[in-house]
């Protein structure tokens, strides 16, 4: 087995842990940090259950070797709200965008990259951003709304 050492700051975090080359960044978030809101769904990138930002940027984290996370920033679920909710996952809660819950927090970490290039953004490009995240459970219309809602508290 072959090992690298790495240092990836999660939730401004820094954790150092020497880890298999082959980990994914998912399972080094659930099991070597322990944050389990970070969903494995498909394991294959489909889903987007497993969504973080990644210097940013929307990810599936099953998909991403965690050694790829060397000297980045990776911010989860849990990382996105202090002491208040985040207004995404506000918005989720205000609309019932919520049903079973395990898509939610890869659908919120993804709507949030989306709120961050476009502040004030469409219906359609929400739409269009969001295909990657599949819910069984919604529909996606209360998605849809919950993420224009929040869009309109942030602004």
Known sequence: MKTKEINVCI???????????????????????????????????????????????????????????????????????????????????????????FCTPGMIMNAKAILDRNPHPTESYVRKNMEGNICRCTGYNRIIEAILLAAERMS
């Open 11 to 101: 939730n401004g975090q820094q954790y150092i842990r020497t880890i298999n080359v082959a980990m994914t960044l998912a399972e080094f978030i659930r099991d070597e940090i322990g944050l389990t809101g970070t969903k494995i769904g498909c394991n294959e990138g489909e889903c987007g259950a497993c969504t973080v930002l990644l210097s940013g940027k929307p990810v599936a984290s099953c998909t991403v070797l965690a050694a790829e996370a060397d000297n980045c920033d990776v911010l989860t679920i849990e990382g996105l709200s202090g002491d208040e909710l985040h207004p995404l996952q506000q918005a989720f809660l205000d609309v019932g965008a919520v049903q079973c819950g």
